[in-house]
Structure formats: structure tokens, C-alpha cells
């Protein structure tokens, strides 16, 4: 009787571990040993870093190099751009939005664009297109120009004043 017990113990304890599974991003893969972490470092990892075009930068010309570059921004102000090599560049581009909200009232929203020009030649806008390639030059200079931002001071909801949140948009750039 002791060993028919002891057998059926051995085989309960034998299919719990052997029906264990390892959850996570990659079965099988440890990276942090955390699923989460795993996922917050695959994220990190597959969008390109992001330069921010701020009033405090925005006369500092950035340079492209080879390879994928972001540039953002959630401000009004203006940014200029060289290519480090001249050729195709796929650009990809995500709109920003700002949000004008007040309580007791519906939130407004403005989409916030932008223009690649080279002097005062569009050369890329989110207005047309999202995704475009184009050809850039070395040694020219270009500029991201915003447009669409809404003065909150010029709106009111019921008598009361409207707060602004705006969030960035997004230009990547990747050499072909």
C-alpha cells in the first residue's frame, strides 16, 4: 500500500513539472527575466531615438547621418536639418495633436503638421502624405516648419478659459 502511494505521488509530482511552462515576450528566452521588462526593452529598441526641436535648440542645425533619425517636437518653433549624405530618404511621419480642454466641456482637437522645406520649396508636408521619399542634398540646409498649433487664449467653454496639451509629432528619416 506504502508503494502504490508513493508511485502515485511520483507520478503527480512527474506531470506537474514536466506540464511547466515558461511564459514570457520569447517562450523559452530569458532576456530580464521579466515579461514586462522584456517588452518596455523590445520597445525601446525598435523605435529610433527621437530629437526634440525645443525653443532652447531650435537654432542648432541637426545632421542626418547614415541609417534611421527622428526628429519631434510639440512646440511652435522651427528646426534645420543637413544630410551628411546626399540621396533618397524615406520619410515617415506621425501627426501631432494638441487638445484643448476645459471642465464641462467637450475636448477640441487640432491636428499639428509639419513641412520639410528647402528655402521656401515644400519638400515634404504631412498634409499630403505621410510616407514619401525624397531626395535631399548634402550641404543644403532645410527646415522643419510646424503649423497647425491653436492659441488656447482665443477659446472659451462656457465663460471659463481651456488648458493646451499638445503631443509631438514625429519625422523619421532613413537613408536609402
Not at 1 to 9: A, D, E, G, Q, Y
Given at each position: 500500500?506504502?508503494?502504490?502511494?508513493?508511485?502515485?505521488?511520483s507520478i503527480i509530482l512527474c506531470l506537474q513539472c514536466s506540464?511547466?511552462?515558461?511564459?514570457?515576450?520569447?517562450?523559452?528566452?530569458?532576456?530580464?527575466g521579466n515579461a514586462f521588462s522584456d517588452v518596455l526593452l523590445f520597445l525601446a529598441l525598435s523605435n529610433s531615438p527621437c530629437h526634440f526641436i525645443t525653443n532652447e535648440n531650435a537654432s542648432q542645425v541637426i545632421h542626418l547621418g547614415e541609417g534611421s533619425f527622428s526628429i519631434c517636437s510639440s512646440e511652435k518653433v522651427s528646426g534645420a536639418?543637413?544630410?551628411?549624405?546626399?540621396?533618397?530618404?524615406?520619410?515617415?511621419?506621425?501627426i501631432g495633436r494638441q487638445t484643448l480642454t476645459s471642465s464641462n466641456c467637450s475636448s477640441t482637437r487640432f491636428d499639428v503638421h509639419v513641412a520639410l522645406k528647402e528655402?521656401?520649396?515644400?519638400?515634404?508636408?504631412?498634409?499630403?502624405?505621410?510616407?514619401e521619399t525624397i531626395s535631399l542634398s548634402e550641404g543644403k540646409t532645410y527646415t522643419m516648419v510646424p503649423?497647425?498649433?491653436?492659441?488656447?487664449?482665443?477659446?472659451?467653454?462656457?465663460?471659463?478659459?481651456?488648458?493646451?496639451?499638445?503631443?509631438?509629432?514625429?519625422?523619421?528619416f532613413r537613408k536609402l
Open positions: 500500500m506504502r508503494k502504490i502511494s508513493l508511485i502515485i505521488v506540464q511547466k511552462e515558461e511564459k514570457g515576450l520569447i517562450p523559452g528566452q530569458k532576456i530580464t536639418l543637413q544630410v551628411k549624405v546626399s540621396g533618397n530618404y524615406e520619410v515617415t511621419a506621425n528655402d521656401t520649396v515644400e519638400r515634404f508636408s504631412t498634409k499630403n502624405a505621410l510616407t503649423s497647425g498649433h491653436v492659441d488656447p487664449s482665443l477659446y472659451q467653454c462656457q465663460g471659463r478659459a481651456v488648458s493646451s496639451s499638445v503631443s509631438a509629432y514625429r519625422v523619421t
